[in-house]
Each structure stands twice: as structure tokens, then as C-alpha cells.
């Protein structure tokens, strides 16, 4: 049985093997994570999580006003 790929751009399936890009690899809160996948013409349209971003953007605006600015 072969493996279902989805676009993470446009959440299709990825029908032919050969436009199926590998993009990387997605841990979770709990479980393996999974793999992250495109179709070729999509592959430089996928960007970061936006939610992850946002996340990682508050922490360190928080860590920077603490600190005075200082960035250590």
C-alpha cells in the first residue's frame, strides 16, 4: 500500500509520486509528528507555521522588554 501525500499549500493529494517534494519533517505535542510534503510547483510557496511564528515572535518580545533590550 503506497503512502498518501498532501500538499501542505493546497491540502490536495499529491496523485503522481514524481510531483511529491519532500519538505521536511513535523514533531507534535505528542507521537511521532508527521511528514510534510508539496507538490513540486508548490514547494517554494510553503512557509513557516504561522502559528509557531507568532509563538516564538511573543517569547522573545517578552525576553527583550524583561531584559531592558539587551539581547542575551
Known sequence: MRAVH????CDEVITDPD???YLGH???NSGP???IWAHRA????VGPDPDATRIVAR???H?????GGRLN
Open 42 to 45: 508548490h514547494a517554494d510557496l
Open 26 to 28: 513535523e514533531e507534535a
Open 63 to 67: 525576553r527583550a522588554l524583561r531584559s
Open 6 to 9: 498532501v500538499c501542505r499549500h
Open 33 to 35: 509528528g508527521w511528514d
Open 59 to 61: 517569547v522573545l518580545l
Open 19 to 21: 510531483d511529491a517534494v
